[in-house]
């Protein structure tokens, strides 16, 4: 029963480089997103997707990038990395549907930037 | 303007007292949700409780409820008889537009709770 994976769960990048971040569900969810989380600043969304092939821009979007090909995976994506992007991030799935759908979470990937 | 404040940054309570953390918000829709998650140390983001905006009555779950009061855009989270492993930190979401399927959530920045033996 693994329900939200997220892979890498920890990693270093020099500036400038790029990476890829992968997350997972088994849950059927049609909803999928990527948030970052920042010491005092909650939560912020980055990318979220209602659907296969489908991506929309969040609250941070700037210096990211994101796929979903296929319904159980969705991709983050940093092609220049930057030491602002020193975060938590986290992906969540979801089920479509009104009212109280929860959020379902991975366990994180901590990404600094040097 | 913030849409979701959390206005205690750290919170204390003693062991097997209760505890109320507080959630106010904003917005202009008339179909919202309020969730609140827990964050332990480890990392992980646990969902707690869900009160709807139509929903008349205050939503409990165990020792959780919500003292929701839409007049005021307030929904804070009761927790009852605290045990050392309600130590964590707590945040309050927001999801706008439930009528249209609406994705907006939106989260507070968070209440530090530390239970005392």
């Known amino acids: 029963n693994a329900g939200v994976t997220q892979t890498p769960k920890f990693r270093v990048l020099k500036t400038g480089q790029s990476m890829t971040l992968l997350c997972a569900q088994d849950m059927n969810h049609e909803y999928m997103y990527w948030y970052r989380q920042d010491p005092g600043m909650g939560l912020r969304l980055i990318h979220y997707?209602?659907?296969?092939?489908?991506?929309a821009k969040g609250e941070v979007p700037d210096g990211y990038n994101v796929s979903r090909l296929k319904k159980q995976n969705f991709l983050l994506g940093l092609e220049s990395a930057a030491p602002s992007q020193t975060s938590v991030y986290f992906c969540?799935?979801?089920?479509?549907?009104?009212?109280?759908?929860?959020?379902?979470f991975g366990d994180g990937t901590r990404l600094s930037i040097l | 303007a913030q849409k979701i404040t959390q206005t205690q940054p750290g919170m204390f309570v003693q062991e097997k007292e209760a505890v109320t953390l507080d959630c106010t918000y904003d917005?202009?829709?008339?179909?919202?949700?309020l969730f609140w998650y827990k964050q332990p140390s480890s990392g992980e983001m646990i969902f707690l409780i869900y009160?709807?905006?139509?929903?008349?009555q205050n939503a409990t779950e165990g020792r959780y409820s919500l003292n929701f009061q839409k007049a005021r855009k307030s929904a804070n989270l009761v927790i009852s008889a605290s045990q050392l492993g309600d130590s964590a930190m707590y945040f309050c979401a927001m999801r706008e537009g439930l009528d249209n399927y609406g994705q907006n959530f939106v989260f507070g920045p968070g209440t530090r709770l530390s239970v005392l033996p």
């Open positions: 009160q709807g905006s139509y929903d008349e």
């Open positions: 997707s209602v659907g296969e092939g489908t991506t």
């Open positions: 917005t202009s829709d008339q179909s919202y949700g």
């Open positions: 969540a799935s979801s089920y479509l549907g009104q009212g109280g759908t929860p959020q379902h």
